[in-house]
Nanobody, 126 residues
Framework: HVQLVESGGGLVQPGGSLTLSCKAS????????MYWVRQAPGKEREGVAA????????DYADSVKGRFTISQDRAKNTVFLQMNSLKPEDTAMYYC????????????????????WGQGTQVTVS
């Protein structure tokens, strides 16, 4: 039974920090690229960070580069998103997703490109 379970969302003031977690189960974690994708009400979905679990290669959207950090604990099949210097425009539902293939940045926002997708955790910056 494949699951991606996100946690760690909440309400934070501008300039604050949050760390999101995504616990993966039911598939071989090390074979996948892991992503964080967000969607705010009335706005287009946006991929914000990517991580190759085997090797640790990372990539970020320009909107979060320098503020967000994606990382992993391979022993726990868990991916994290450390978010610093949060802005009101970071308010969104944040989803964890997994893909067997690396995706171009323009593909990050498309759920159809992923093998697995979590239920999301809400981040509100206000």
């Amino acid at each position: 039974h494949v699951q991606l379970v996100e946690s760690g969302g909440g309400l934070v003031q501008p300039g604050g920090s949050l760390t999101l977690s995504c616990k993966a189960s039911g598939f071989t974690f090390s074979y996948y690229w892991m992503y964080w994708v967000r969607q705010a009400p009335g706005k287009e979905r946006e991929g914000v960070a990517a991580l190759l679990t085997r090797g640790g290669t990372t990539d970020y959207a320009d909107s979060v580069k320098g503020r967000f950090t994606i990382s992993q604990d391979r022993a726990k099949n868990t991916v994290f998103l450390q978010m610093n210097s949060l802005k009101p425009e970071d308010t969104a539902m944040y989803y964890c997703a997994a893909s067997t293939s690396p995706l171009f940045r323009v593909e990050w926002a498309s759920p159809l490109r992923y093998n697995f997708w979590g239920q999301g955790t809400q981040v509100t910056v206000s």
